[in-house]
C-alpha cells in the first residue's frame, strides 16, 4: 500500500482544512488509519485514528476541533480539522495498521505497516 497525504497549507487561526490520506496498491477497507503530527523539535504525536469498521479515537488536543472519516469507495481517509489553533501547526502524516489489540496500539508509532510522506499545516495567529 502507498499512502499519499495532501490537503495541508496555511490557515488563520480558527480556520478550517481537510486532509486526504489517498492510498494505492491495495484495498485500504480492512486497515486502521491513523493520523500523526510532528512539529518542529517535537516527536511525532498521535492525532486520532479509525479502524475498518469506522470506530475513532482522537487525542484530547484535538477532540471536538477534528474529525476523521473514510471513504472505501474512493480508498481515502480524510481528517477535517476545525477551529485550528496555532498549536496545531505541524507536518500532519497518515499510517495504515492491519494488526492491533488495543486503542493503545493505534496511538503508538511503531506498529504501523505503511505511513504516508507528510503534509505541512500551518495556522498563523
Known amino acids: 500500500v502507498q499512502l499519499q497525504a495532501s490537503g495541508g497549507g496555511l490557515v488563520q487561526a480558527g480556520g478550517s482544512l481537510r486532509l486526504s490520506c489517498a492510498a494505492s496498491?491495495?484495498?485500504?477497507?480492512?486497515?486502521?488509519v491513523s493520523w500523526f503530527r510532528q512539529a518542529p523539535g517535537k516527536e511525532r504525536e498521535f492525532v486520532c485514528a479509525?479502524?475498518?469498521?469506522?470506530?475513532?479515537y482522537y487525542a484530547d488536543s484535538v477532540k471536538g476541533r477534528f474529525a476523521v472519516s473514510r471513504d472505501n469507495a474512493k480508498n481515502t481517509v480524510y481528517l477535517q480539522m476545525n477551529s485550528l489553533e496555532a498549536e496545531d501547526t505541524a507536518v500532519y502524516y497518515c499510517?495504515?495498521?492491519?494488526?492491533?489489540?488495543?486503542?493503545?496500539?493505534?496511538?503508538?508509532?511503531?506498529?504501523?505497516?505503511?505511513w504516508g510522506q507528510g503534509t505541512q499545516v500551518t495556522v498563523s495567529s
Open positions: 479509525i479502524t475498518g469498521s469506522s470506530l475513532t
Open positions: 499510517a495504515a495498521r492491519n494488526t492491533w489489540l488495543a486503542i493503545s496500539d493505534l496511538m503508538m508509532r511503531r506498529g504501523y505497516n505503511y
Open positions: 496498491g491495495r484495498p485500504l477497507s480492512s486497515y486502521a
